[in-house]
């Protein structure tokens, strides 16, 4: 009855957990002979026979019938032997089967914690290869339990998984019973356990996204050449489309935006920009940089580098809220992005090295980095932009402003 119980018990424990057939025996096999080691010194002369679906399980144990014992463990005396069957003689092999109350409160409790201990092991296994081969894919989890760092997130079996802050949009808020959705960015073994890690900031995500609801793209007809995002403020997608009868933006945006607002919603609001991809860097530049308007650009190949001209009044556009646009472009292009305001010829400007007796040097050297030598350059871009984009302190912005505006008063 104990050996009934023990092995059942288990069986259940492979239904429930999905452990193939022939693994579970051969766990179970190897658990009986580690106890049978550790209790006899030696398995070589035992056999175990384990029948899981009826949930019992024999060991048999051979010894050789002698006069004299030498080794107990494979040797039995033939005065032992008659007490149980006399029909035996010597040099004859005796076969006796072990019960389960031989092993001892002890041993059995050692045989369900040794077996509990390699099933939760074949589990931790299985879970890690079945997510490792997901790494990509898009997962709807339940939001279990939040916490400062991250979001312990649970899976339709019940599997945990983990969403750092790190890799959550920052305008995301998640309660408890709350359906998460993000990209499997990562699955790692630590302290011998599988940790699965989700990510909503990942490019993936997002063209997952793409996928789900553009179903050119899922089909093939669209492709996704690049993404670049900063997450919950802004995206921009390059698209392609193999056939010239699909327009891949209009295709990704929908009728009247319906693809595209439910990846927005998503996101958080993220916006979205989507463009046509082309090989040509120039042109590409000036599709990243949309909606600015672009009167020239020079290209400098080795150093990676593009200097972009435009009018003053397209240079806010150009760069948007705290630099994004521009930043975003030059990443999608693969080019350090210069912004250059257009001097118009009946308009008189000013070069920033002009100001050196009134700004400091390191000021105007911030300043230029960001794109601007003249003073209306300057001049044209939101304080809070230059504080960002220039790493300057906003008091220290304002006097600039109040010197390059005195100029022109």
């Given at each position: 009855m104990e050996g009934l119980n023990l092995i059942s018990t288990f069986a259940e424990f492979k239904e429930l957990k999905n452990i193939d057939?022939?693994?579970?025996?051969?766990?179970?096999?190897?658990?009986?002979?580690?106890?049978?080691?550790?209790?006899?010194?030696?398995?070589?002369?035992?056999?175990?026979?384990?029948?899981?679906?009826?949930?019992?399980?024999?060991?048999?144990?051979n010894r050789e019938v002698v006069e004299i014992v030498t080794d107990p463990t494979t040797q039995i005396s033939i005065a032992e032997v008659?007490?149980?069957?006399?029909?035996?003689?010597?040099?004859?092999?005796?076969?006796?089967?072990?019960?389960?109350?031989?092993?001892?409160?002890?041993?059995?409790?050692?045989?369900?914690?040794?077996?509990?201990?390699?099933?939760?092991?074949?589990?931790?296994?299985?879970?890690?290869?079945?997510?490792?081969?997901?790494?990509?894919?898009?997962?709807?989890?339940?939001?279990?339990?939040?916490?400062?760092?991250?979001?312990?997130?649970?899976?339709?079996?019940?599997?945990?998984?983990?969403?750092?802050?790190?890799?959550?949009?920052?305008?995301?808020?998640?309660?408890?019973?709350?359906?998460?959705?993000?990209?499997?960015?990562?699955?790692?073994?630590?302290n011998n356990t599988p940790l699965i890690t989700l990510s909503r900031t990942s490019p993936l995500f997002l063209e997952r996204l793409f996928?789900?609801?553009?179903?050119?793209?899922?089909?093939?007809?669209?492709?996704?050449?690049?993404?670049?995002?900063?997450?919950?403020?802004?995206?921009?997608?390059?698209?392609?489309?193999?056939?010239?009868?699909?327009?891949?933006?209009?295709?990704?945006?929908?009728?009247?935006?319906?693809?595209?607002?439910?990846?927005?919603?998503?996101?958080?609001?993220?916006?979205?920009?989507?463009?046509?991809?082309?090989?040509?860097?120039?042109?590409?530049?000036?599709?990243?940089?949309?909606?600015?308007?672009?009167?020239?650009?020079?290209?400098?190949?080795?150093?990676?580098?593009?200097?972009?001209?435009?009018?003053?009044?397209?240079?806010?556009?150009?760069?948007?809220?705290?630099?994004?646009?521009?930043?975003?472009?030059?990443?999608?292009?693969?080019?350090?992005?210069?912004?250059?305001?257009?001097?118009?010829?009946?308009?008189?400007?000013?070069?920033?090295?002009?100001?050196?007796?009134?700004?400091?040097?390191?000021?105007?050297?911030?300043?230029?980095?960001?794109?601007?030598?003249?003073?209306?350059?300057?001049?044209?871009?939101?304080?809070?932009?230059?504080?960002?984009?220039?790493?300057?302190?906003?008091?220290?912005?304002?006097?600039?402003?109040?010197?390059?505006?005195?100029?022109?008063?």
């Open positions: 057939r022939p693994t579970m025996i051969g766990v179970l096999e190897d658990v009986f002979r580690s106890q049978l080691i550790r209790m006899y010194g030696s398995a070589d002369n035992m056999d175990i026979i384990i029948n899981i679906d009826k949930g019992d399980f024999e060991i048999w144990r008659a007490k149980i069957d006399n029909s035996y003689e010597v040099g004859e092999e005796f076969t006796e089967e072990l019960k389960l109350s031989s092993f001892g409160r002890r041993g059995i409790l050692n045989l369900r914690q040794n077996l509990a201990g390699r099933i939760m092991d074949i589990e931790k296994a299985n879970l890690y290869n079945k997510y490792h081969e997901k790494i990509g894919d898009v997962l709807v989890g339940e939001v279990y339990q939040v916490w400062k760092k991250e979001i312990l997130v649970l899976d339709e079996d019940g599997n945990e998984l983990v969403l750092p802050k790190t890799e959550q949009i920052p305008s995301d808020f998640f309660r408890k019973g709350d359906a998460v959705r993000g990209v499997i960015s990562n699955v790692e073994m630590r996928e789900q609801e553009v179903p050119e793209i899922f089909d093939g007809l669209i492709t996704i050449k690049k993404i670049v995002r900063m997450p919950g403020e802004r995206a921009k997608v390059a698209v392609e489309s193999y056939d010239d009868r699909i327009d891949p933006v209009g295709a990704c945006v929908g009728v009247k935006g319906s693809r595209i607002h439910g990846i927005v919603r998503e996101l958080r609001n993220e916006n979205i920009d989507i463009i046509n991809w082309t090989a040509n860097p120039q042109l590409l530049i000036q599709r990243a940089l949309s909606p600015a308007k672009i009167s020239s650009i020079k290209i400098d190949d080795e150093t990676k580098r593009a200097g972009v001209y435009l009018k003053p009044s397209e240079v806010s556009l150009a760069i948007g809220k705290g630099g994004s646009n521009i930043k975003l472009a030059g990443l999608l292009v693969g080019y350090e992005i210069d912004v250059f305001r257009e001097i118009e010829e009946d308009e008189e400007d000013v070069l920033l090295d002009e100001f050196s007796d009134e700004i400091e040097q390191w000021v105007i050297d911030a300043l230029k980095q960001m794109g601007c030598d003249t003073a209306k350059s300057v001049l044209a871009i939101p304080i809070s932009e230059i504080v960002k984009r220039a790493d300057l302190e906003e008091e220290t912005v304002a006097d600039v402003l109040r010197v390059l505006k005195s100029e022109f008063e």
